[in-house]
Nanobody, 114 residues
Framework: QVQLVESGGGLVQAGGSLRLSCVVS????????MAWYRQGPGNERELVAA???????TYAEFVKGRFTISRDNAKNTLYLQMNSLKPEDTAVYYC????????WGKGTLVTVSS
């Protein structure tokens, strides 16, 4: 059974930083392209960033230059370093596979105040 446990969210002022973590179990983490998604108030869930097994990255335009995705295969953990946060980054952040999405975790709430 796949489990995705996100953490690291919180309340931060605009311009601040947060680092999100996602511990993954129940699937071969190191072989999968993993991704961060987010769902803001009243919005659809959207892709934020993805990282392949070969360390190729994809970023949504709205986070390029501000967010960095990384992974530690030894710890089955996916990270998202978020810098220069904006109020519009306020959302619940989730991790999952990039392709063949499995069941969602609870996510971690990021709130950016202006």
């Amino acid at each position: 059974q796949v489990q995705l446990v996100e953490s690291g969210g919180g309340l931060v002022q605009a311009g601040g930083s947060l680092r999100l973590s996602c511990v993954v179990s129940g699937m071969p983490f190191s072989f999968n392209t993993m991704a961060w998604y987010r769902q803001g108030p009243g919005n659809e869930r959207e892709l934020v960033a993805a990282l392949s097994a070969g360390l190729g990255t994809t970023y949504a335009e709205f986070v390029k230059g501000r967010f960095t995705i990384s992974r530690d295969n030894a710890k089955n953990t996916l990270y998202l370093q978020m810098n220069s946060l904006k109020p519009e980054d306020t959302a619940v952040y989730y991790c999952n596979k990039r392709y063949g999405i499995t069941s969602w975790g609870k996510g971690t709430l990021v709130t950016v105040s202006s």
